[in-house]
């Protein structure tokens, strides 16, 4: 009988827990933005990580320097990851970039605008739209 949580999603619960803390208190570059940690997926033989993060706050460029930089320093990342964690080897952290907090924010924005223009209109040209049915 399978355990409900495998030891790959413990390991990448922790190995979330134990980055973001890293990012927070270890890794001091100012060129680093405000980077939250989203998930991480490790793959089952443990070898390589997968972190996907996010950046508040800068532009697209902004976004790929930042995962980019994450990704130059990832093997200091890696040995502060290795002091918290007790595992024999710890996974090659590759960092990208989650793009569904961008998404979820431009299709909040879309149900407000269509929000707003609905409750403009009169019920009965609401109901009578052709764009209906």
Known sequence: MA???????????QMQKELSLVLQRDIDDSRLGFITINEVVVTKDLAVAKVYV???NVDEQGKKTNVKLLNEIS???????????????????????????????RVSELLSDLDTRDLNRPLEAVQDSPDQG
Do not use: C, W
């Open 3 to 13: 355990k409900e949580f495998g030891r790959n999603a413990r390991v990448s619960s």
């Open 54 to 56: 996010t950046v508040l």
């Open 75 to 105: 093997p200091v990342i890696r040995h502060q990851l290795a002091k918290r964690m007790r595992l024999r080897h710890i996974s090659e952290l590759r960092f990208h970039y989650d793009d569904s907090f961008d998404t979820g924010m």
